[in-house]
Nanobody, 126 residues
Framework: QVQLVESGGDSVQAGGSLRLSCAASGYTNSIGRMAWFRQAPGEEREGLAGIYRSDGDTYYSNSVKGRFTISQEYAKNMVYLQMDSLKPEDTAMYYC???????????????????WGQGTQVTVSS
């Protein structure tokens, strides 16, 4: 089992920045990929960015490419999401997710990820 705990959510003005953190614990050697998602009230969960634990390769959704950056500290089992140039439409609950090495995953399909944190709220005001 893997446990994920997010932190760093806050209320900010449009144009501001935030860095979200995700701490993984438990059987972390089983994790192949980690990702960040968000969900606004009444909306579907949206995949934002992912990272391969083994080589740090990253990928992004078009909605955040160029504004958000995913990174990791492998030895500390930490994953981060640096969010710049925030917009009011970025307001949502943000979730960290993880999937085992053998799983085929895509951020377009949240149900391909096995483990989820409890979420951290980001609110961007205009």
């Amino acid at each position: 089992q893997v446990q994920l705990v997010e932190s760093g959510g806050d209320s900010v003005q449009a144009g501001g920045s935030l860095r979200l953190s995700c701490a993984a614990s438990g059987y972390t050697n089983s994790i192949g990929r980690m990702a960040w998602f968000r969900q606004a009230p009444g909306e579907e969960r949206e995949g934002l960015a992912g990272i391969y634990r083994s080589d740090g390769d990253t990928y992004y959704s078009n909605s955040v490419k160029g504004r958000f950056t995913i990174s990791q500290e492998y030895a500390k089992n930490m994953v981060y999401l640096q969010m710049d140039s925030l917009k009011p439409e970025d307001t949502a609950m943000y979730y960290c997710a993880a999937a085992e090495r053998h799983k085929v995953t895509t951020i377009e399909r949240p149900n391909t990820f096995s483990y989820w944190g409890q979420g951290t709220q980001v609110t961007v005001s205009s």
